[in-house]
């Protein structure tokens, strides 16, 4: 399952995560424009905040663990995880190396734990 799960990671990751997905699932991207994290009609159109943005991020993490891996568990286990982690890393609490280094660590947590069932 190891393998499984660190190739969905590094497919939702860097595969699957669009520049603008990259950006704006921070909340400093909205903070930077100077406006509140809600809703927003701009253009003649509603615009996502940085909280649909890293949800979806986190949702398609789950999907693509669930997806190689089976395991609804290490889905749920690395969606929750993957949004607290990417809010953290786009907060400033730690840069990349120890983002992916705590993604890594959550993953061989997930395979450890469905290995032993």
């Known amino acids: 399952m190891l393998v499984e799960l660190l190739f969905a990671h590094a497919v939702a990751d860097f595969g699957l995560q669009s520049d603008t997905m990259a950006k704006l699932k921070s909340r400093r991207a909205d903070v930077k424009r100077g406006e509140e994290c809600q809703w927003k009609f701009r253009d003649g159109k509603y615009q996502l905040t940085w909280m649909y943005w890293l949800t979806a991020h986190a949702l398609i993490h789950g999907a693509m663990a669930f997806l190689f891996s089976g395991s609804m568990l290490a889905a749920l286990i690395i969606t929750a ?19 992916q280094g705590c993604h890594l660590l959550i993953i061989l947590l997930c395979a450890l734990t469905e290995g032993n069932e």
């Open 81 to 99: 995880a993957h949004w607290v982690l990417d809010y953290c890393k786009t907060q400033d609490y730690w840069g990349i190396h120890i983002d």
